[in-house]
């Protein structure tokens, strides 16, 4: 019997390892490459906190985005403490669509200005947890383009001595598995060529095309995409308008919540299921700027576009816009404010075999564990709430949430 399943067993060890348990921004922020300065966090937060100004205050945007009563005070802390503190969780360099076309000479200078600035911001302590770059894809068109900025920018960085722990590499527009294949090999050659470990270079595939998620042969390339990476896609991220271009949707419906988008994304969540690849859904284009009614009614989109991604298990997307971050962080904070006494009632119930009345099954355990350690991660409870309520502290959390980790650390 044991012969017969060891290559069941070598297929679910190596490619269904199971999430690794760090930490998942709740958005990436995209800007233009060329815009990118160190100081640019602490501007997006101090123009989120304007916006929240000119709108009468926190406490008030958090009351007109749907928070109760009871938790308005709380959320409006959370959210504004957020803003001041880490505005931005992920910030991707733009080199692909929000950069454009603009020559050799000027791509090649931006692209190695803007990794001095991610030095910089280092070195002073005010780089964004995970950055990095979107290059342009392995198109025909823009391949070559698209190789030369993501080696320039990986040089540039290399020149301050190692690479930001957090560096993010996205690769935009994939079609096949064989442009994901090809990106896992060029990966290699770069840690070759500048001496980096081996499994150092890791990237995000953008879900975008039509023919990633259906291919000719009416399967999905997605997880045979994810598994020609060899373990170093690291993320699916879903294009809300260059997919629902592609497929003709109008522009006026073009959205995350159409159905085409949910098909889209429903493939992909199953397809990285238990790979250890994270997802993240995509942006709205509809941006907090104009008077004050459009902003309120851009928040309000932004809300509860965000809450319906949460609620489907998308614990990230995009903003475009420095006012975007005030939806998102009081989206991200009452979600898991309102879930976390009672997920935490019932992981305590679980552990003291109380019983509740709820029967909770151990993967329901573990994803109710892994629910309130992402609360305590975005800020949305404190880890004293946590041992109070759940009644263990976060690391034992963190075990019951990835019960394999666990196990793999105990292994001689």
Not at 113 to 119: G, P, Q, V
Request: charged share 25%.
């Amino acid at each position: 019997m044991e012969r017969l399943l060891a290559p069941t067993d070598r297929l679910l060890a190596e490619r269904y390892p199971g999430d690794d348990g760090s930490r998942q921004p709740v958005h990436t922020v995209y800007v233009p490459g060329d815009r990118y300065t160190p100081a640019l966090p602490d501007e997006w937060g101090a123009a989120a906190l304007a916006a929240v100004s000119a709108q009468g205050g926190m406490p008030a945007v958090v009351r007109l985005l749907g928070a109760p009563d009871d938790l308005v005070a709380d959320v409006a802390a959370r959210a504004e403490a957020k803003l001041r503190a880490e505005p931005i969780e992920d910030l991707r360099l733009d080199f692909e669509d929000g950069y454009g076309d603009r020559g050799d000479v000027t791509e090649d200078a931006d692209v190695r200005r803007s990794a001095e600035h991610i030095l910089a911001a280092v070195e002073r302590g005010s780089a964004p947890a995970h950055i990095g770059i979107r290059f342009k894809s392995l198109e025909v068109p823009t391949r070559g383009r698209g190789i030369r900025s993501l080696d320039l920018f990986l040089a540039t960085l290399l020149e301050g001595g190692e690479l930001p722990p957090g560096l993010r590499l996205t690769l935009p527009k994939v079609t096949t598995a064989g442009q994901v294949e090809a990106m896992a090999r060029l990966c290699e050659r770069f840690e070759q060529h500048y001496g980096l470990p081996e499994g150092r270079l890791r990237f995000e595939v953008q879900v975008e095309t039509p023919q990633l998620v259906l291919g000719p042969d009416g399967t999905s390339p997605l997880p045979a995409a994810i598994h020609a990476g060899r373990g170093r896609v690291s993320g699916l991220h879903y294009g809300t308008y260059d997919y629902s271009a592609s497929l003709g949707i109008a522009a006026a419906y073009q959205s995350m919540e159409h159905p085409a988008a949910d098909h889209a994304k429903s493939v992909m969540q199953v397809a990285a299921a238990q790979t250890g690849v994270r997802v993240s859904d995509g942006s709205t284009n509809l941006l907090p700027v104009g008077d004050a009614e459009a902003v309120r009614a851009s928040w309000r989109q932004s809300a509860r576009l965000t809450r319906r991604s949460l609620e489907r298990g998308f614990y990230q997307g995009w903003d475009l816009h420095p006012a975007q971050l005030v939806p998102r962080f009081v989206a991200n904070i009452l979600f898991y404010r309102e879930g976390f006494v009672p997920a935490a009632t019932r992981l305590r119930d679980d552990a003291e075999g109380a019983g509740g009345v709820v029967l909770d099954e151990p993967a329901t355990v573990r994803a109710l564990a892994a629910f309130v350690v992402r609360a305590a991660a975005c800020g949305a409870v404190s880890a004293d709430e946590v041992t109070d309520a759940a009644g263990a502290d976060l690391a034992t959390l963190m075990a019951r949430a990835h019960p394999r980790l666990a196990t793999d650390e105990e292994t001689p």
